[in-house]
């Protein structure tokens, strides 16, 4: 299907990754994939490089390479497809960020911002957020002296120092470190503290022109989704900037819990999202079939 004769109503994705990271598959088998879904527009976002070794962060040496392929495939599909540029950036204060010069130096469309290290432990190894349930434990325990609300205001206080300092076209899965509460219970969600947290850190984000991608990634297999649906209505009353991502790292999952999603959108009075369009973010209408284009 050629995007001259694409059908008004579309999905995009401005979240998703490759084998140049953890993610699945090279990104011309997500183009491909996204074509058979019937996208008008699909970002490839491999985790960017850090100045340190992680399981899922895309080697340095390789930036090249990925710039060169996507703005391959950017003319290769151009009648089918829009393919964007785009990288999930670590924020990590004066190491790594949405303007650190090799971000801003690789020419992208637009930057996913996201945290996913608070601080690090004694012998300096970075502390994430998003390890398994016991790595989680043994930060809050000697990062924070086992105090979680700490160590959450942190990892909200260093979002909100992002949107201050580098501010990124997308807010990336804000609410994430709730995600160990699946497996046991860390803090009261509905607490105000935390909803406090939430809600100053969205509010920043529409300050500062920040879109804030709703992340559907756990949606299909846990039924959740960040930000937490409990804010839905509260984005909605606040107008808040907003995208649906399905943060995808196998080709399968591209449009993951769009479907269902976009039914509790409508429902929560979000009646728009945010889409790239002619080199730009801007608010659209949508259905449960896509974006109306």
């Not at 964007?84 to 949405?98: F, K, Q, R, T």
Request: glycine share 6%.
């Amino acid at each position: 299907m050629s995007r001259q004769n694409s059908q008004p109503t579309a999905w995009a994705n401005y979240h998703g990754h490759s084998h140049f990271c953890d993610g699945q598959g090279s990104p011309e088998t997500y183009v491909k994939k996204a074509i058979e879904l019937g996208m008008k527009s699909l970002g490839i976002s491999s985790h960017a490089p850090v100045p340190f070794a992680t399981d899922w962060n895309m080697e340095a040496a390789r930036l090249p390479e990925y710039i060169q392929i996507l703005s391959l495939l950017k003319q290769k599909y151009a009648s089918q497809i829009e393919v964007l540029s785009s990288m999930e950036v670590d924020y990590i204060p004066n190491m790594a960020g949405p303007s650190h010069h090799r971000i801003v130096s690789a020419g992208l469309d637009y930057v996913v911002g996201s945290v996913h290290f608070v601080e690090a432990f004694a012998d300096g190894t970075p502390f994430s957020i998003d390890d398994s349930t016991e790595d989680f434990c043994r930060g809050i325990d000697e990062i924070f002296g086992g105090d979680i609300q700490k160590a959450v205001e942190r990892y909200f206080e260093l979002q909100r120092k992002m949107l201050e300092d580098e501010s990124p076209q997308i807010l990336g899965h804000m609410d994430k470190i709730r995600l160990h509460n699946r497996n046991r219970f860390f803090f009261d969600e509905k607490a105000p503290w935390y909803v406090q947290q939430v809600h100053d850190t969205m509010n920043l984000a529409k300050e500062k022109g920040t879109v804030v991608e709703i992340n559907t990634k756990y949606y299909d297999r846990a039924g959740i989704s960040f930000p937490s649906q409990d804010h839905y209505g509260w984005m909605a009353r606040n107008n808040i900037p907003v995208t649906l991502s399905s943060d995808a790292h196998h080709p399968a999952r591209l449009l993951s819990g769009f479907t269902e999603m976009s039914g509790l959108l409508k429902r929560s009075r979000i009646k728009k999202l945010w889409q790239f369009d002619n080199g730009k973010f801007s608010a659209r209408k949508f259905d449960e079939n896509g974006i109306i284009w």
